[in-house]
Every structure is written in structure tokens, then in C-alpha cells.
């Protein structure tokens, strides 16, 4: 730290990454990206846009806005894009929660990063003993609910019955429900937003869309909230989403095939995934999302995470109160799968 460093950012704890491993080969399941290339579409788009590299990005946006937006089933003006979801929670938390933030305490570890950042008042809710969230807490809690659906890194899911309780009792604040992993298997909060003037669905490119190395998220609300982001935005990084990104997005928009083709070997690998883990002993909570949350009964947290990466494999572990036991395991490809049973079943038996 330097002396030049405004010490109101002296006692900021940054948020820590997954690894991202440059030297050894690891068989990569911990930071939720897909295990699966872009669609070739998507790469020859990227391409063809970096020819016009020399001029800067339309700050609008809109070439990838109106086709998110077809896909979404609203209005281009109702979506806004972002340099990854980070960046557009980052404007969230600066700018729309003058009352403070309130968010789980097993959730999302941007949330209480960016709280801290934008020096909030932040209200913890804890989940319940078996990690599942009770919609009833958030009765007029006063400040911008953040609620990650499906949750990281417990995979559990709210349903819109179950968001529905949250909107009504909060109908002064607003509800950012960040969709990072809903089509997994979750229900989208997106056809509430006729219903909901408070609320804002967020969601990313990065987890089922085969980009996080091309940093796209979204928000999705009423067209005064995304004027608002636009107000921010225009206010430090007009240009935030560069033009190679924007054409890939559009690209795996229309792509359909080739996303649903993802996303079901995904669900497919995880429903398999879960019965090899249980059979091996392991608790598991039913994830809805690219990953599964698990603990065993005779080995910590901390010492399977060390084994496993010994073996090769990068798993995510954080030792962190309620969670020290368990892991979060990115699903990857079968064949990824099965390295991490035959790693588990040495590992087990030590
Ligand atoms: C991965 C993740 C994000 C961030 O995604 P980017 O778009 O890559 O910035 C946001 N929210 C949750 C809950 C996530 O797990």
C-alpha cells in the first residue's frame, strides 16, 4: 500500500479470484466456466469485428442489446450490458442502493466486496441450517436485496413463487436477482418484470454462453432503472463492452442450437456427476447450476481440496465459517468427471 492510497480503501479486502492456473496443466473445475469451446459462430464474429478495431465500440451498445433483448422476449431499452455481470453489480451497488445492501451470508463473495467498495450499510440474512434461503426474512428489510438464484456456491434455487414473497414485501427497494447460472435448470425471474417495477434480473454470458474470457452481463428492468445504469455508466466507461465482444454476443444469441446443445450435456453430466459423488459418501445439496456443492463425512474440506489438487484437479474450497467442509466443483466435460472419481476414490481410501 502506498501513502498516496485514500485510506478509506485501507481496510478493503479484494475479492479473490479462483485460480487461473498458467504453468501446470489442471483439469479446471473451479471458477464455473463451461468446458466446452465457443460456437465456431461465435469465433468467426469475433474475428470478422476485430478488423475494425480503430474505432471504438458504439457506447450504446445496441448490437448487443437488441438481440438479448429479442431473446428475452423485451424491449432493447430494458436491457442494459456490462463489461462482465461484475461490472454491472458494481453499478448496482454504487448507485442503487442509497439505503444500503442486504444479501445472504453464504452467497455470491462479490456481494459483501462491493459493499464494502461503496462503503454501504449492509444487512447480513443468514440462510437457513441446510443453506436454503426463507423468503420471509426479507420482509421489509429497507435496503437493495441481492439475491444470487440459483445461489453460489450451494446450486440451491428460489422458485418464482418463493421470489414473488420477496418482491411484495419490498415493494419501496429494489431486488436484483443475479441469474448467473438459471439456465441450468432454475426458473427466470425475466417474466416477472411486467408485474415487478423493483425489480432487476442480472445475468451473464460467462457461465452458459461459453465467454467469460469475453466479459458480457446484462441487466434486464424497467426502462427508468436501465436509464439509471446508462447515467453511471456514462460516467466513467462509456465505451465498457469492446466491439469483438458485442458481435460474439449477438453471434451466440442466435445460436441457439448450439447453447441448448451446451447446456443439457451440462445438466446431463451433473445429474451423473451427483449420483458417482453420493455413492461415494458424499453430501450434496441439489444444484441447479454448472456446479455441485459437496462435503464427506471423513475428510475436511481443506484436505480433499490439497489431494485433489495434488492429483491435478482445481476444485474451489474457502475457508470460511459454514462452509469450511465443502467444495464446489465446476461440471465439466464426462471425461473431466471421471478423472475426478478415480482422483476421489485414491484420495477416499488414505
Ligand atoms: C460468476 C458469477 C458472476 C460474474 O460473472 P461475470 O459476468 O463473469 O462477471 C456474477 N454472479 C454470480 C453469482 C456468479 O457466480
Redesign the pocket.
Known sequence: MSEFLDPKFAPLKPYTPGEQPRERKFIKLNT?ESPYPPSPRVVKAAGEAARGLQLYSDPTCLAARAPLARWLGVKPEEVFVGN????V?TILFAALCPRGASYADVT?S?YPVLAQLCGLDAKVVPLREDFTLCPEDYAGIGRTVFI?NPN?PTGLALTRTQLDVILRANPDVLVVV?E??VHFGAESAVPMLTAYKNLVV?G????SRQM?GG???YAVARKEVIEDLDRIKFSFNPYNVNSMTMAAAAASVEDNVYFEDCRQKVMATRTHTLEKLRGLGFEATDSLANFVFVRHPQKSGGELYKALREAGILVRWWDAPRIADWLRITVGTDEQMEALFAALEVILQQ
Open positions: 464455473n462482465g455481470s461484475d461490472e453489480l455470491y462479490f444470487a453460489a443475479d448467473a447460472y442480472v451473464t454470458f460467462s457461465k467469460a466479459r458480457l452481463g
